[in-house]
């Protein structure tokens, strides 16, 4: 029988077994100089009016007041937005649209940057145990095709009692070395509903009908002086998509031989990226800055975590390339310049 090195140690084929999900462990998953200085507006926070008031036919393509998304948008972690845009806004006294910009840097590199270098740490840990997994891999094989002469399995009992026992193994090692994968996901759990609270409180300010929305509607700089109507020149939403698509793109270099379901995933996000261009075409330009920015800052935290100097301080188990920003240029050129 075969013991697992450290704290696992254990038959490979003992039974009962408690198995978690699956013994395939996917590898890594794992989203303007400026001139203007508007006035500034102070209220206090009792002044942040919600959407309870409004009707959703007020912006295009939304919905009825009464419905899901007039509850969502009048939600406490919407308000708590709300209010920490506003008091950022007092606090700092710059213009609306640097202060959604500084707002929106706090946000990424406080909360969801170490979210992304956790994942990062989690990613490589599972990378780390697939040699020991697949050596294990063949001697359960060895073990289990030995049982079977000696109990008489069909094929498929062997294939259920490999399958069974791999799986049964692998969660200990996920267990040993502190890795489950359902931990890399943790990024896209608290990201996804702090974007989406975001932005629905810079909705929310860009139609309240009170002071606030006049220090938004002359907050903007450059062309998008009226951060409380959409961007008629669609600048901004086109800088959306472009930088949604860069982040794809730069994702899919990681790939040297993606299956068919990655290929897919990455086609649906491309599209979705092409989507966002004019659905962000259709909000205040409040929220296209924000998603734009968002975004943008998500790329550089992406360039910043392929650093040597910072795999060296996360401690990662895995080997990474010494060049990483030269190895992507140069898969960039090769993949769409030849």
């Not at 709300?82 to 202060?99: A, D, T």
């Not at 359960?140 to 095709?145: G, K, M, Q």
């Not at 020149?233 to 730069?250: H, Y």
Request: with cysteine; charged share 15%.
């Amino acid at each position: 029988m075969l013991s697992v090195r450290g704290s696992v140690r254990c038959s490979l084929l003992r039974l009962p077994v408690r198995g978690l999900c699956s013994a395939v462990i996917h590898k890594k998953s794992p989203t303007p100089g400026f001139t203007w200085s508007a006035p500034t507006v102070c209220l206090h926070r009792s002044s942040v009016r919600t959407l309870s008031g409004v009707s959703g036919a007020d912006v295009p393509g939304g919905p009825g007041a009464s419905g899901w998304y007039s509850g969502l948008a009048d939600s406490a972690p919407v308000h708590l937005c709300e209010n920490f845009l506003v008091s950022m806004q007092q606090v700092s006294g710059l213009p609306w649209w640097l202060s959604i910009t500084v707002a929106t840097l706090s946000v990424r590199t406080v909360i969801t940057l170490p979210l992304a270098a956790y994942q990062l740490v989690i990613i490589s840990r599972v990378e780390a145990l697939q040699v020991e997994i697949s050596e294990l891999a063949k001697r359960l094989r060895y073990e289990v095709s030995v049982q079977a002469r000696e109990r008489g399995w069909t094929d498929k009992q062997c294939r259920f009692q490999f399958q069974k026992n791999l799986r049964r193994i692998v969660s200990q090692l996920y267990i040993r070395d502190n890795c489950h994968p359902f931990k890399a996901s943790i990024l896209i759990w608290i990201q996804l509903p702090l974007w989406i609270s975001l932005s629905l409180a810079l909705r929310n300010l860009s139609l309240d009908q009170s002071a606030l929305q006049c220090g938004l509607a002359a907050g903007g700089a450059l062309w998008f002086h009226d951060l409380t109507s959409p961007d008629s020149t669609w600048i901004l939403p086109v800088c959306v998509g472009l930088t949604n698509l860069l982040i794809v793109e730069v994702f899919a270099l990681q790939r040297v031989s993606p299956t068919y379901f990655q290929k897919l995933l990455l086609n649906c996000v491309r599209g979705f990226s092409v989507l966002m261009v004019p659905i962000a075409a259709t909000v205040p330009s409040s929220m296209a800055l924000y998603w734009f920015t968002s975004s943008l800052v998500g790329f550089c935290h992406n360039l910043l975590l392929r650093s040597p100097a910072i795999h060296k301080i996360l401690r990662l188990p895995t080997h990474r390339s010494d060049s990483p920003y030269r190895d992507l240029l140069s898969a960039f050129i090769n993949k769409y310049y030849k």
